[in-house]
């Protein structure tokens, strides 16, 4: 099958190559990979105990090849969501790929292409645990990096959930971040931004989602006495003023809810942003690109077009 694999244990770039497809135990789903979904942290999540070549990548969309005697709830011809992460066999760039039937695994609805459903997984997975994190109780966010996978999720999110969303991003893209339903748009790289938050809400916001590396410190300052504040990329800082400080819960399941993201996403209710979509071939430009960090929403690779 056709991969994009890590050649050797610390080879820095992957490299398209024929590979055998994994073979599966009796708890695997052998899954036939659609679209996969791009992210920075493709080239660098891997496993301890890789075996090399390795097919980098964590999510992916298709359609269930074979599944393993002990697999219930999927069969054969199923489509397909997941993240499918550290696994030693290889991960989500290939063809074919082995899933745990414990990975994180959703259907896709009969209308959804597998170009989106591949979008959705990490993300959504992400964002919804971000979400449960700040507890049900609706008020003011700021999300620094609103413009991103993450963020273009978490404003809709957070706003269909009744919270009042403040976000972050270049200047080019303020009016993009409305459209997605933030009430105000700073730009991060003017040094009055947070200045303007504290105008929109004096006293400081209820909670922040701090997503981009480096945006908790700043996030923090925007925050009320008392509030909260969850960091998506594991920024460490000290808490103050009685914040509670949080890195995004890895335990909590969101899998029923992100079914209904699907659901929600299939009916029109939730866009998925998506930049841009690139061959299988093209995936070395896809990785350039997710490391800007100037992506809009998601890259997302299609197999088969
Ligand atoms: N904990 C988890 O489970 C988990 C899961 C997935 C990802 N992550 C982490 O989440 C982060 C990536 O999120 P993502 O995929 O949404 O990123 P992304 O798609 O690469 O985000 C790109 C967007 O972020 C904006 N941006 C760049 N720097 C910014 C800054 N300093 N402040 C505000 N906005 C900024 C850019 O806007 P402009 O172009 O306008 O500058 C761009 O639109 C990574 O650190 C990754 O490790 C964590």
Redesign the pocket.
């Known amino acids: 099958m056709k991969a994009f694999v890590l050649p050797y244990a610390g080879a820095e770039l992957p490299q398209l190559a024929e590979v055998a497809p994994p073979a599966t135990s009796a708890d695997e789903l052998l899954v036939r990979v659609k679209a996969v979904g791009v992210?920075?942290?493709d080239s660098y999540f891997l496993p301890g105990d890789a075996t090399y070549p390795y097919p980098i990548g964590i999510e992916a969309a298709g359609v269930v090849e074979t599944a393993g005697l002990a697999v219930t709830a999927h069969h054969p011809g199923d489509r397909v969501a997941f993240v499918s992460s550290m696994q030693p066999k290889g991960g989500t760039w290939a063809e074919f790929v082995a899933v745990r039937a414990d990975s994180l695994i959703v259907s896709v609805p009969e209308t959804m292409s597998f170009v989106e459903a591949a979008a959705l997984p990490?993300?959504g997975?992400?964002v919804l645990?971000a979400l449960r994190a700040l507890g049900p109780a609706a008020g003011s966010l700021f999300i620094?990096?609103?413009?991103?996978?993450?963020?273009?999720l978490a404003i809709q999110l957070a706003v269909r959930r009744g919270w009042r969303v403040a976000a972050?991003?270049?200047?080019?893209?303020r009016d993009y971040l409305r459209s997605l339903g933030a009430e105000l748009a700073v730009d991060?790289r003017d040094p009055c931004w947070a200045a303007q938050v504290l105008r929109w809400m004096p006293g400081g916001v209820d909670a922040a989602i701090a997503?981009?590396?480096?945006?908790s410190t700043g996030s923090l300052g925007v925050v009320r006495d008392g509030g909260g504040l969850i960091s998506?990329?594991?920024d460490r800082l000290e808490p103050e003023r009685g914040i509670v400080v949080q890195?995004?819960p890895?335990s909590a399941d969101v899998g029923d809810e992100l079914s209904r993201l699907m659901l929600d996403v299939a009916a029109g209710e939730v866009r998925v942003e998506i930049e841009q979509v690139l061959a299988f071939e093209d995936a070395g430009e896809a990785l350039a690109k997710?490391a800007?960090?100037?992506?809009?929403?998601?890259i997302v690779l299609q197999l088969d077009a």
């Open positions: 992210g920075i942290h990490v993300a997975n992400t645990r620094a990096g609103g413009s991103g996978a993450i963020g273009t972050s991003a270049s200047e080019g893209n991060y997503v981009q590396p480096d945006t998506i990329s594991g890195v995004v890895h997710v800007t960090r100037h992506a809009r929403g998601k």
